[in-house]
């Protein structure tokens, strides 16, 4: 029996970090009518007090439906203390419900000087030949260098939490210039996913679909945390419509409407883009597109569990629901697991809405 | 103005679908399911559709209309679909949803004979094509009774419904049995495509819907350990199994007797798993590229075309009273609406012989039975044995081969047995077993055959549907078997073996593999 410190209530068995191993081990033989699953290593990285616990609750909901080795991580650079401290525990689940699947969970709570270890110590707990994911929290810190991402192969950030989302964006470049294996997922890109589907479900109506030359304005509403998820689909919507930057009229507009966007349209048809921030909408609230007498709109009223496709035009009207995307980031986190794949449109998209984040700036 | 937009959109691409999913598009359609009263409709159709509502992967603006021969409203009938709903729905029963999905629900009744019921539906699809807009495509689902099949697609015809608008299209689901020997199927085969194009004509097989099944091409052709090894230089022997604890409940035994397992699923489901295991890689993903590739496997099936041969390689077999799940249960002859002289098999099991190059000498067995103890279905193939230079008797000799396993249901997912040896001082070899199962790892529940199916015949995607020459095919082969059973003089009809309801089936298809020097994987 090794010796074992003292028992957290969530995060488990705290154990010496050069006996993590052997405990994990033990913790399985106590057992063995668990199955131990584990598709990927999921590593949670965050510099918030408190954030250990609240992410292995996160944690055990998000094993549910992704089964993963979790490794928790709770960094204070600025503590004077220099300390690695760590825990070991297993989120259970009964798998229709007759069989316990389990996923190991590992937190670590680096402070002071040992946060530069953090590579060396945490990275050796990963479950070999598993993808490495890791979704950092909060602000990208200096932690977050070519050392670190170098060996991820998903990063997941959230740009909704970043205060200057144009640089962080620049460092998520840089970072993605060395590490080309790495592929990036910003959940705020993924909180408008429902809201695409919707509006490409409209538009496999071929009255949608020739009407679209004609579109000539777009409205956007959306919590005001959440400009870069408005902004995103606005770059989307304009790459995959073809659309041009409209300079002369975004600076006409800019006197006017701060909220104001401009394009140009294949046909040379100008389209004016509005992104309203509303404290009651949910994170985005509204797509609508409109010309001439045709409109097409998805909406997510704050609170309700379903979007309302609408699509109108001259003796044509078409409403369905359609499912919306969720809301808490551990869910977010869990829909875009299962989406998998290379995210390929959000690297198609993402020059566009950096020229975006860039123009709105400089205003 | 609504023309005008049609014409300028019918060359038109959606550009926001990319990327956002990695499928084929499905597209706005009418659903006109005959034999909408049903059970399939009830308990298998719309709750497919309405999940595909709930998930968000039904196009807006599909509309299902209901065409059987009870009289009944709309309001009727979407009473019906919703008590059952509740009941059956994988994602359970939202009345949000429900509320907006039923108002696309009608009915229309008709007697599948009449013609000026097609007449009106015509007339009624045209109204909600000028209602809703947009496309007047139409799919239309064969889910009645079998006898009614040629009466359906030949007035389909007459009605005009078969062909399509410029710019849309019009499609057929048939639903099994497709035909009960060559003949019929050709004949079928004949009406269907005298109505409809091949490349409209859908033939379901839910199995081929099912997560494991479509895995099969995954797990064969995107890992390069296993096609090297996928074939006579490695492989020893192939079994494909399907078993059911369940007999005759809920008065199956009528049309059950009429059919026989081998009929009702060998000729289909288990020859179409046979097939995607057997094929060769196709040029592509394409439908015909990967049903070309089928259709080879089932000609290249040795024929077993004479009474003699069909008793060599092939033992149908009845349940006697037994105990299933702690419970009695009858014999089969005993069963609710069986005849009680009886020569329809509840049980078959098969050797098959793939004259293939890459199959030469490896036999394919089959087996499917109601009453057995579980119910399960299951590939297993089976690796030969490395030369036992090494681990000879000394050393207590090899406990069996590899054996890689694909569950297709319950509990889906794949195991590979290996050989390890014991901890220990001496050297003892004992198997063991890596297993993935598809709940556990992936959490989320896989959507339902029909959903998949649906959606694949929506968007026009054929890989998953059974072509006319495989289904003949398969017929062909069936054919010899069921002739030698039952168009022979009695004494030279292969016998009727008999098993204890509850048992893994009668010795005599024990005999058949021993005879190989092989036995049933003990599932």
């Given at each position: ?35 131990n ?29 992704h ?7 709770g ?26 699947v ?19 110590t ?10 490495m ?36 964006f620049?460092?998520?470049e840089?970072?993605?210039e ?75 507009l ?5 909220g ?104 | 103005m ?17 990327d956002?999913?990695?499928r ?21 159709l719309?709750?497919?559709l ?66 000026d ?75 269907v ?46 079994q ?21 397992a ?91 012989l ?21 119910k ?105 078997i ?42």
């Amino acid at each position: 029996m090794s010796e074992t410190l003292e028992m957290h209530p969530e995060l488990g068995r705290e154990v010496e970090i050069g006996s993590i191993d052997r405990e994990l081990h033990q913790l399985w033989a106590e057992d063995e009518a668990r199955t131990n699953a584990s598709l990927i290593n999921l590593a949670v990285y965050s510099e918030r007090p408190g954030a250990l616990e609240e992410n292995s609750r996160t944690i055990r909901e998000l094993t549910r439906e992704h089964a993963c080795r979790a490794l928790l991580i709770g960094i204070d650079r600025d503590a004077g203390k220099t300390s690695i401290r760590a825990w070991i525990t297993a989120h259970c689940h009964l798998s229709h419900g007759h069989k316990s699947v389990c996923c190991e969970q590992i937190a670590f709570a680096l402070t002071g000087r040992a946060t530069g270890r953090l590579r060396n110590t945490v990275f050796a707990h990963l479950n070999s030949d598993l993808p490495m994911v890791v979704w950092w929290q909060g602000e990208l810190s200096p932690i977050f260098s070519e050392r670190f991402h170098g060996l991820i192969d998903r990063f997941v950030f959230d740009s909704a939490e970043w205060r200057d989302p144009r640089e962080s964006f620049g460092r998520i470049e840089e970072a993605m210039e060395h590490s080309r294996q790495m592929i990036i997922h910003d959940l705020a890109w993924s909180r408008s996913h429902q809201m695409r589907v919707s509006l490409a479900a409209l538009f496999d109506d071929p009255v949608a679909q020739a009407a679209l030359p004609a579109i000539d304005r777009v409205e956007i509403v959306h919590h005001p945390d959440q400009h870069c998820a408005a902004l995103q689909l606005l770059a989307w919507l304009a790459v995959q419509a073809g659309w041009r930057d409209g300079l002369e009229l975004d600076l006409a507009l800019s006197g006017e409407s701060r909220g104001g966007y401009s394009f140009e349209n294949q046909g040379g048809v100008p389209v004016v883009a509005t992104l309203k921030a509303d404290p009651q909408s949910a994170a985005v609230g509204a797509l609508v597109l409109r010309g001439g007498e045709v409109t097409v709109e998805v909406r997510h009223e704050a609170g309700a569990r379903f979007l309302t496709r609408r699509l109108e035009a001259p003796g044509h009207a078409m409403e369905a629901p359609g499912p919306v995307d969720p809301v808490a980031p551990a869910e977010v986190l869990g829909e875009q697991l299962s989406r998998g794949g290379r995210n390929r449109l959000f690297l198609k998209i993402l020059p566009r809405f950096m020229r975006l984040l860039a123009g709105r700036e400089d205003r | 103005m609504r023309g005008d937009w049609r014409n300028r959109a019918e060359h038109m691409t959606n550009p926001f679908r990319e990327d956002l999913v990695s499928r084929s598009t499905p597209e706005p359609c009418t659903v006109v399911i005959f034999g909408a009263t049903g059970d399939l409709t009830h308990r298998k159709l719309v709750p497919a559709l309405y999940n595909l509502a709930v998930d968000g992967e039904l196009p807006p603006g599909v509309k299902i209309l209901g065409f059987a021969r009870r009289d009944k409203s709309d309001e009727e009938f979407r009473t019906g679909l919703e008590d059952l709903n509740r009941k059956v729905s994988r994602s359970g029963h939202d009345e949000e949803v429900w509320g907006s999905f039923v108002q696309n629900i009608h009915y229309h009744r008709s007697e599948f004979g009449d013609a000026d019921g097609y007449k009106r539906l015509a007339e009624r699809l045209d109204e909600i094509d000028r209602e809703r807009g947009g496309k007047g495509n139409r799919l239309f689902y064969v889910a009645s009774a079998p006898e009614f099949f040629d009466d359906i697609l030949e007035h389909l015809k007459d009605a005009g419904l078969n062909a399509c608008r410029e710019g849309c299209w019009s499609r057929v689901i048939v639903e099994k049995p497709f035909g009960t020997d060559l003949a019929t199927a050709q004949h079928l085969n004949e009406v269907v495509n005298r109505t409809f194009e091949e490349k409209d004509t859908y033939r379901i097989d839910h199995y081929l819907g099912k997560e494991t099944a479509q895995n099969l091409m995954v797990l064969r052709f995107a890992n390069a350990i296993f096609e090297p090894l996928w074939n006579h230089r490695f492989i020893d022997q192939i079994q494909i199994t399907c078993s059911e604890n369940l007999g005759m409940e809920g008065g199956r035994g009528g049309y059950y007797d009429k059919s026989g397992a081998l009929r009702d699923m060998v000729q289909n489901h288990l020859l179409q798993l046979l097939s995607l295991v057997a094929m060769e890689p196709p040029t592509d993903l394409s439908a015909d590229g990967v049903r070309d590739e089928k259709v080879k496997v089932l000609r290249s099936l040795r024929q077993w075309d004479t009474p003699e041969k069909v008793a060599d390689n092939v033992v149908r077999g009845q349940y006697v009273a037994g105990h299933v799940d702690g419970r009695s249960v009858p014999g089969y002859r005993e069963e609710d609406r069986v005849d009680p002289e009886s020569m329809t098999e509840s049980y078959v099991a098969l050797r098959l012989l793939v004259d293939t190059w890459r199959w030469s000498g490896v036999p394919f067995y089959i087996r499917m039975g109601k009453r057995l103890p579980k119910k399960a279905t299951e590939i297993s193939v089976h690796f030969k044995s490395p030369p036992d230079v090494l681990f000879s008797a000394a050393h207590g000799g090899l406990p069996g081969s590899n054996v890689l396993v694909i569950r297709i249901q319950p509990d889906e997912g794949i195991s590979l047995r290996m050989v390890s040896k014991m901890p220990g001082t001496s050297l003892r070899l004992e198997p063991v077993k890596m297993d993935f199962h598809y709940a556990t790892s992936f959490g989320k529940s896989s959507p339902e055959a029909y959903e998949r199916l649906l959606l694949d015949a929506m968007a026009g995607d054929a890989t998953l549907f059974a072509r006319r020459d495989e289904v003949e095919e398969a017929w062909r082969f069936i054919d010899h078997i069921e002739r030698a059973w039952h168009d022979v003089p009695g004494d030279q009809q292969p016998a009727m073996a008999e098993f204890v309801a509850g048992s893994w089936g009668p010795k005599e298809a024990d005999d058949l593999l021993r005879a190989d020097g092989h036995a049933w994987r003990r599932l």
